[in-house]
């Protein structure tokens, strides 16, 4: 997928996603957002809407997310769609959500929201009977709901970091979410190019590990004096992040889906992740024969 640069924006068909709830209602092993380990906490509606109407001067998705954690949570989820609405930073806003509070959504959710996306865990399933609920209310609402079955997880962080080395090199490159995906993230006043580095630092706080930082790997929103300029500047940048160290993106071993034990939340080290245990070789041997295909037909379009 290709950045377009037009009338002073980067335009992407991409998402960007807001965490309006850092924690969540389950405890799943394997969440990319870390919520099981984040404190409980709602972002104030005033900081969001600063951050997507900032923001929004230089940079137009096909979608902003709101997420969490468990985005219905949050009392306030109505003026969070409104406001992101209301900033014009995408087309479309989207509620992506366990569904476990879904039938608690008021008309004025259904009405306002375009898209509800629901990830249904094996062992924290929505109840059967508010399924058709579901269905009627976005059938009324002209709102498209997904349904989606997760029995798997990828193993994702890890809990001793890699070394800088070409292995953790070619795990950004072949990271569908920051160059592929567009997947990006808005965090306290920060853009960064993928959902890890907002809650890592509080993860591996847990450990007694203090050696990332996730401002090396963001832009500030608010301190940028062209933001067209700097966003595009970031974003099409191909350095790996910092955070990668940490992350196995997209080539790491299956895992059925569970939910954690509170010893492993209290130390998430005892979980012992390591990309020498859990990378998946062949998976991470294709997605790298795949790259390096992609960057030939590349070069050869370019000196045709």
């Given at each position: ?120 865990y094996p062992d924290a399933l929505p109840q059967e009977k508010f399924i058709p609920m579901f269905k009627k209310r976005a059938e009324e609402s002209n ?47 920060k853009l960064y190019k993928c959902g890890t580095p907002a809650f890592l630092k509080d993860y591996l706080s847990k450990m ?97």
């Amino acid at each position: 997928m290709k950045y377009e640069l037009k009338n002073g924006k980067v335009l992407t068909s991409g998402i960007i996603k807001y965490a309006v709830a850092y924690h969540c209602n389950l405890r799943c092993s394997g969440c990319t957002h870390l919520a099981p380990y984040s404190r409980k906490y709602f972002p104030s509606l005033e900081s969001f809407t600063a951050d997507v109407n900032r923001l929004g001067k230089g940079l137009h998705a096909s979608v902003i997310e709101l997420l969490g954690g468990e985005p219905l949570l949050n009392p306030e989820i109505n003026s969070y769609i409104k406001a992101a609405k209301e900033s014009g930073i995408a087309e479309t806003v989207r509620v992506t959500t366990n569904g476990l509070l879904l039938h608690k959504m008021n008309d004025e959710f259904w009405r306002d929201v375009d898209v509800v996306s629901v990830t249904m865990y094996p062992d924290a399933l929505p109840q059967e009977k508010f399924i058709p609920m579901f269905k009627k209310r976005a059938e009324e609402s002209n709102t498209r709901l997904y349904l989606r079955s997760r029995p798997q997880f990828r193993a994702v962080i890890v809990t001793e970091p890699h070394p800088h080395d070409w292995i953790t090199k070619m795990i950004f490159r072949t990271c569908k979410d920051p160059a592929c995906y567009h997947y990006h993230m808005i965090h306290e006043g920060k853009l960064y190019k993928c959902g890890t580095p907002a809650f890592l630092k509080d993860y591996l706080s847990k450990m007694g590990r203090n050696d990332y930082d996730p401002l090396v790997d963001s832009f500030d929103i608010h301190s940028s004096r062209d933001i067209y300029r700097d966003v595009k500047e970031f974003l099409i940048s191909g350095t790996a992040i910092d955070a990668c160290r940490f992350c196995l993106g997209y080539v790491g071993k299956s895992q059925e889906h569970h939910q954690l034990g509170s010893e492993h939340i209290a130390d998430p080290g005892l979980q012992n992740i390591r990309r020498s245990t859990h990378l998946d070789t062949y998976r991470f041997l294709v997605r790298c024969a795949l790259y390096y295909q992609q960057l030939a037909l590349e070069k050869i379009k370019g000196a045709a």
